[in-house]
């Protein structure tokens, strides 16, 4: 048990759906982050979350919208994705922004867009 | 262009032997360096790290060098295990102005030891 759970752990859409993955932490941390892995690719950065407030967006579609409501969750919603967008998507979280070097991941959501 | 490369994306490895994974990075403001462990249908693990003030960190089986100069780390895993056997990401960042970057990672290498 890492800490940060991820819901769902596997999720198939159309380019048409809607949908949310949910990302939450029980470790008291202030900062919490969505990565990207695709296949053969190194994880990428997408959101970062400091205290609630986003502080960083690594030129990510707007297709991809994240939310964090309070420093516990953390959601990212898609909406109208391409099949090239099927990947791995991590959640993470660290105690503050400058502690991201042992931050914790989730188990992922695996994205299959069709 | 990649910041952090593992040239080699898989390693097989005798149990009881050693395992050593390599890592290259081209940013010389990285300033710190991790290595994750992923089993699969897991999330990434933190594994061990080292700053750049040091050229060896050991923890267990488990130790990382860095050479500065040559801008390369490896994992060295002595004796590898079995339970070993998973992709092991290696990952950097860099202080700017007193405030850590953002980890980047490497594409990974998958470890398989062999019993």
């Known amino acids: 048990e890492t800490g940060v759970t991820q819901t769902p752990r596997h999720l198939v859409m159309g380019m048409t759906n809607k949908k949310s993955l949910k990302c939450e932490q029980h470790?008291?941390?202030?900062?919490m982050y969505w990565y990207k892995q695709s296949a053969k690719k190194p994880l990428e950065l997408m959101f970062v979350?400091?205290?609630?407030?986003?502080?960083e967006n690594n030129s990510v579609p707007s297709r991809f919208s994240p939310e964090c409501p309070n420093s516990s969750h953390l959601f990212l919603h898609l909406h109208t994705l391409q099949p090239e967008d099927s990947a791995l998507y991590l959640c993470?979280?660290?105690?503050?922004?400058?502690?991201?070097?042992?931050?914790?991941f989730g188990q992922g959501t695996r994205l299959t867009v069709v | 262009d990649q910041q952090v490369k593992q040239n080699s994306p898989s390693l097989s490895v005798q149990e009881g032997r050693i395992s050593i994974l390599n890592c290259d990075y081209t940013?010389?403001?990285?300033?710190?360096f991790l290595w994750y462990k992923k089993y699969p249908a897991e999330g990434p693990t933190f594994l061990i790290s080292?700053?750049?003030?040091?050229d060896k960190n050991e923890d267990g089986r488990f130790t990382v060098f860095l050479n500065k100069s040559a801008k390369h780390l490896s994992l060295h895993i002595v004796p590898s295990q079995p339970g070993d056997s998973a992709v092991y990401f290696c990952?950097?960042?860099?202080?700017?102005?007193?405030?850590?970057?953002?980890?980047?990672f490497g594409k990974g290498t998958k470890l398989s030891v062999k019993p």
């Open positions: 470790l008291g941390h202030n900062a």
């Open positions: 940013n010389s403001m990285f300033d710190y």
């Open positions: 080292i700053s750049s003030i040091k």
């Open positions: 993470a979280s660290s105690q503050a922004l400058d502690s991201l070097q042992e931050a914790f």
């Open positions: 990952a950097a960042s860099a202080n700017y102005g007193g405030s850590q970057g953002n980890l980047i």
């Open positions: 979350y400091s205290l609630e407030e986003r502080v």
